[in-house]
């Protein structure tokens, strides 16, 4: 019996579970929420409580105090308070596991809370610099990593935690 190789699936399928959309881009300034289309302030909340429900009791990928300190200043607009971009897409991970955790969603083109993800992905730094806060770094890039790994991109995930410690290749 022959083989038919032009119908074989290729050895890495690594993100083949879903068509992802483009990165939204940004262009030296973060997202308003109203152009990240976010939720009220209410609705994140309960987010960010799905979120810690799931995750943040065993892993503590965030720092409670700190984020409901960043997530309500966000909402407040002031306008001396800018986010880094490493406190932006904590926040953005955050509201799209707890989009994910609270979804009955069926589709099957786009993960759950990637709405919120792709934002976050987006606003990641692509170097880590000495003024970046290493511990929201490394809190944000596990998000990501985690985030990754659940919509089947295993080698993108490896990447972001792998990009913590550029010496490891």
Not at 73 to 81: E, Q, S
Request: proline share 7%; glycine share 2%.
């Amino acid at each position: 019996m022959s083989h038919d190789n032009s119908t074989s699936l290729p050895i890495n399928l690594d993100g083949a579970a879903y068509q992802l959309p483009p990165l939204p881009h940004i262009y030296g300034h973060l997202p308003t929420i109203e152009e990240a289309q976010l939720p009220s302030l209410d609705h994140a909340i309960y987010l960010f409580n799905a979120f810690k429900f799931h995750l943040n009791q065993t892993f503590r990928f965030v720092d409670e105090r700190r984020f409901t300190e960043t997530l309500h200043a966000f909402y407040r607009h002031d306008p001396d308070f800018a986010p880094s971009p490493l406190a932006f897409a904590e926040v953005m991970f955050v509201l799209a596991f707890g989009k994910a955790f609270l979804s009955r969603s069926t589709s099957t083109t786009t993960p759950k809370g990637w709405m919120y993800a792709s934002w976050g992905f987006a606003a990641l730094p692509t170097l880590h610099n000495d003024s970046q806060d290493n511990m929201l770094a490394i809190q944000v890039y596990c998000l990501a990593a985690l985030y990754s790994q659940s919509i089947d991109m295993r080698v993108t995930a490896f990447d972001y935690v792998r990009s913590l410690r550029p010496e490891i290749r």
